[in-house]
């Protein structure tokens, strides 16, 4: 897989898999421009680390959820590494917090759909008239999407499981201009997300029914969204691809 000549956005990818992705795919040769919001410490570390490794890479903050900020950093993108933006991971997103259908309001509810598919939908709109034939988008889905989720993530799977809908969608629509858009569906992952989120008994418990008796790990993730952004997987659009140990299958 050789990425060189090619600019990627990486959203949210300062840390966990976003850090991963960031961090394979400049190792391949991409140009890689390091979304992030919360964590500019992470950002800059991972901006480090590439940077140590003969990469070229900038980090850019950025608020998903505001159209002007998406357009922005396309823009930042296009001023640090020129017109054209090869490959786009939409890798922001967030469980928020787990509540359940009695605990959420209207605005929890809008503000997790606007992180998680909102933000997708902006990015592509701003991203679109950069990419040239031959372009892909890689969008984060999740297991949750396919199977609800786990005790109070019922807002955060809804949006995941639109993900995987959208993705499908802008397969067909942007397949004639040459640009395919594939999602990746994780399943457990060992990252801050389920430090925060999930019990360590909740956790043992999806890894012991996991064929592969154990959680996966964020470079493993990383790896398949190289594999989607290279030329390996030119005839790969519109497809929703599980990662998950084969805890489920499509």
């Avoid at 394979?24 to 040769?29: M, N, R, T, W």
């Avoid at 003969?54 to 001023?79: M, P, S, Y």
């Avoid at 034939?133 to 109070?152: K, V, Y």
Wanted: with cysteine.
């Amino acid at each position: 897989m050789k990425l060189q000549g090619k600019t990627a956005i990486v959203t949210g990818g300062g840390r966990d898999i976003g850090k991963e992705i960031s961090i394979k795919l400049a190792s391949l040769g991409a140009k890689v421009v390091i979304n992030y919001y919360n964590t500019p410490d992470e950002a800059q570390d991972t901006l480090k680390t590439i940077k140590e490794h003969g990469g070229e890479a900038i980090a850019v903050k950025a608020n998903l959820t505001k159209w002007d900020e998406c357009f922005r950093l396309v823009e930042e993108a296009q001023q640090a590494f020129g017109n054209q933006i090869h490959i786009l991971v939409n890798n922001a997103g967030g469980l928020v917090a787990r509540k359940k259908l009695c605990e959420m309001d209207e605005e929890f509810w809008d503000f997790v759909m606007s992180l998680n598919l909102k933000s997708v939908f902006m990015m592509h709109k701003a991203v679109i008239s950069a990419m040239p034939e031959g372009s892909t988008i890689i969008n984060l889905a999740s297991l949750a999407g396919r199977d609800g989720g786990g005790g109070g993530a019922s807002a955060y799977a809804t949006s995941k499981g639109a993900v995987m809908t959208f993705t499908r969608s802008m397969a067909k629509e942007l397949g004639p201009q040459g640009i395919r858009v594939n999602a990746v569906c994780p399943g457990l992952i060992g990252t801050t997300f389920h430090d925060t989120f999930t019990p360590s008994t909740a956790r043992e418990a999806v890894a012991g029914k996991t064929p592969l008796r154990r959680e996966g790990r964020p470079e493993e993730v990383a790896s398949l969204i190289a594999c989607l952004a290279s030329e390996e997987s030119s005839f790969i659009t519109g497809a929703n691809i599980d990662i998950n140990g084969g805890l489920a299958f499509s």
